[in-house]
Structure formats: C-alpha cells, structure tokens
C-alpha cells in the first residue's frame, strides 16, 4: 500500500527535533566550575568541531582523567548535561559533552536513533576508551543500544529517564498532531524506511540482556514525558542494572538535581569532593 500524503508527512515530523536553545558548556562553565576559572582561560570551555561521518560536531571537553561521556537527549543539547558532567570534573575525571547532529551547534542534519548511535562510536573512537558513559532521555536509549551492541564498551552506564524504543511514543505523537490512529502503522512503516532499520530491531531492552556492564538508572516515577514503565522494562532487561526513582523531579529537572548527581558519581565509584 502506498503511504498517504499524511503518514510521509508525521513520519518526517517525527523525526525532525524541535529547536530548543539553551545555554551551551561553554556558557555552564564558569557557574558551575567557577573554581576552574585559570583553566577556562586556556580554552578548556571552548568547543571543538570535528567532523564525523553523521556530520560536523559541536564538542567539549572540560577536566582530566578517566573519560566520561555525556549524551543528550532528542531536542536537547550539551548544556543539558552539563550539571552531572562538572560534578565528574570535581571527582577527577575527563567529561565530554557534545550536540548531537541537527542539535545545538552542531550541523543541521536529519537525524534519528541510528545517527545518536553512531555518533556515540564515532566520538569515543575520536576521545579513546570510555569509563562512563551517561544518557539522558533519548539519549539513554542510543546509549543502552550502543552499548548493547557493542558500539562502545565503557565501564559503566549511566541512565536518566531513559526510553526503550522511540517507535513507543508513535501513537501519543500521532494524537499530538491529529494524525488518525489507523495511519499510524503507515507513519511507522515510512519513519523505518527513512530511518533504514525495522522498529524491532532498535528496542533498547532487547538489546542489553546479555550485556556485562553494570547500569544505574535514575528516573521520577511521574515523568510525564517517558513513563517510568521504560526504566522498570530496561533495568528488568539489563543484569546488574540498578533502578533508583526520583519522586517529583520531572524529565529534566532531574538532571541537575543535586541528590541525583551526587548519587550518581557516588555511584560510579569517583565519590564526590
């Protein structure tokens, strides 16, 4: 059957980021590393571009040590994550943080969940071995994929809020835009067509069950965003995985919550100084 006008149409607004802007590290930088002030002098808060495969990448590095990369999620950016990534710097590590493509000041581009994958491996072929690897949102799905499939073999996970499969929220985005409920099948087979893989293929829970590395997974049980039901399946799916709720912070609130944080690193053994 040929998709109608209406399925291309959601499919390629499902796959188009919003435009979000918020501050970037370099911005972050001074408030929340203010005692790296001699450092940010020497260009540690610039960006980097380099470019990849998925296009050129806005890139930061900030601190020294074991490398911790940081992943945003859809319609999000590097700015996002850079609470959690100076408490690493504090705990002495390297954090990168990055835009995914079509984000923030990276290239403008199509993107999807295969690009955020593939971006993933391409920055830590670029950084060198990962300690930690931590992922927001969309983000934590691409992370837990990446890692599942062994696109990247950090130590460690880290994962906020994450959700298993985009293809879940396909029928809340078809009601969000008034696409009728009997195209969303339609609207599902033209975003697997532009995106070049089956919608089974990139379910994060699937992907982690044999996986070896440990995973601590933090999300609000009332997250209006991704229900708390994508981080009960994955931590069931992902041995050794540990599932802490986080009442009433909320979809990104959470991720500068400073118990959360601290949990966090505490966690991934650095402590906190």
Do not use: C
Request: proline share 8%; aromatic share 6%.
């Amino acid at each position: 059957m040929v998709p109608s006008v209406a399925e291309r149409q959601a499919a390629k607004l499902f796959l188009t980021p919003r435009t979000r802007k918020g501050p970037t590290p370099t911005e972050l930088h001074a408030t929340l590393l203010p005692e790296r002030a001699m450092e940010r002098r020497a260009g540690e808060a610039d960006p980097a571009f380099p470019e990849l495969a998925s296009g050129r990448i806005a890139l930061w590095s900030w601190g020294r040590g074991p490398i911790a990369l940081f992943v945003h999620g859809w319609s999000g950016n590097a700015g996002d994550m850079a609470p959690l990534a100076a408490e690493f710097v504090r705990a002495g590590y390297r954090a990168v943080l990055f835009d995914m493509p079509g984000h923030g000041d990276s290239a403008p581009r199509p993107t999807n969940l295969l690009v955020y994958m593939r971006t993933i491996a391409a920055i830590a072929e670029l950084t060198g071995p990962i300690d930690t690897v931590v992922g927001h949102s969309l983000g934590g799905t691409a992370t837990s994929l990446a890692v599942g499939q062994r696109l990247v073999t950090p130590k460690k996970a880290v994962l906020v809020a994450p959700g298993v499969s985009p293809w879940a929220f396909s029928q809340d985005f078809a009601r969000l835009i008034g696409l009728p409920e009997a195209r969303v099948p339609g609207m599902v087979a033209v975003t697997e067509g532009l995106v070049g893989i089956k919608a089974h293929e990139l379910n994060a829970a699937d992907a982690v069950r044999e996986s070896s590395v440990p995973a601590y997974i933090v999300h609000d049980p009332a997250d209006l965003d991704v229900p708390f039901a994508h981080a009960t399946e994955l931590s069931n799916a992902w041995k050794g995985s540990q599932l802490v709720p986080r009442p009433g912070l909320g979809h990104r609130k959470i991720l500068k919550d400073e118990e959360t944080v601290r949990g966090v690193v505490k966690w991934v053994g650095a402590g906190t100084q």
